[in-house]
């Protein structure tokens, strides 16, 4: 079964500083990774996903994410926060073989404070 | 385009009563799901639907049906609804390329917010 975790709840960076939100995943193949944005009383915004190729994903906003096989790890970055980057941040993964819908993890509320 | 729009915005039911949330994409996408979303549980997938006709249960799917006669429409219909229930809904959509819909993104709707008493 495949599953994805992300172990903070809540994530506080001052503006202007480096920011990282951690996600790990688990499938029985190789993965497709997403990450997902959700401002306040919105629906959930695309930021990236790795699919093959180059393990350090550009997407919008400034935000990146690495890929890392080994450890199964597929971690949020950004060089600057905004106080605008406050919102609700998501990981998903889905197993690249068989018919295994898209599944996300929890959550993690990130927090910039000016 | 719209992209993906749902409605009702909000809803309050008592214990016992139906209602469809209804959810419609107009950019051809043959791909669509539900979703709801409760606190600390992270989203979770309710019914999805490959392409008009065709649809298949998620990871909590009782309590709920759905259908797809169109490509553009994924109503969600709760039969009896239950306190446990109440949560915010998504129905998402996305397109299908050569390797099917397992790369692309998704598209989500704004949300309905369900309280049922």
């Known amino acids: 079964a495949q599953s994805v975790a992300q172990p903070e709840d809540q994530v506080n960076v001052a503006e202007g500083n480096p920011l990282t939100v951690k996600c790990t995943y688990s499938v029985s193949g190789n993965p497709y990774l997403f990450w997902y944005v959700q401002y306040p009383n919105r629906g959930l915004q695309f930021l990236l996903k790795?699919?093959?190729?180059?393990?350090l994903v550009k997407g919008s906003y400034g935000f990146e994410a690495e890929f890392n096989k080994s450890q199964t790890s597929f971690h949020l970055k950004k060089p600057s926060a905004l106080v605008s980057d406050s919102a609700l941040y998501f990981c998903?993964?889905?197993?690249?073989?068989?018919?295994?819908?898209?599944?996300f993890g929890k959550g993690t509320r990130l927090s910039v404070i000016a | 385009n719209a992209g993906v729009t749902q409605t009702p915005k909000f809803q309050v039911l008592k214990t016992g009563q139906s209602m469809t949330l209804q959810c419609a994409q107009d950019m051809n996408h043959e791909y669509m799901s539900w979703y709801r979303q409760d606190p600390g549980m992270g989203l979770r997938l309710i019914h999805y639907s490959v392409g008009a006709g065709i649809t298949d249960q998620g990871e909590v799917p009782n309590g709920y049906n759905v259908s797809r006669s169109t490509t553009e429409d994924f109503p969600l219909r709760l039969l009896s609804a239950a306190p446990s229930q109440t949560s915010v809904y998504f129905c998402?959509?996305?397109?299908?390329?050569?390797?099917?819909?397992?790369?692309?993104?998704?598209?989500f709707g704004p949300g309905t917010r369900l309280t049922v008493l």
């Open positions: 998402a959509s996305s397109y299908s390329s050569g390797r099917g819909t397992r790369d692309n993104e998704q598209f």
């Open positions: 790795y699919i093959t190729g180059d393990n």
């Open positions: 998903a993964v889905r197993d690249i073989s068989g018919n295994t819908p898209l599944v």
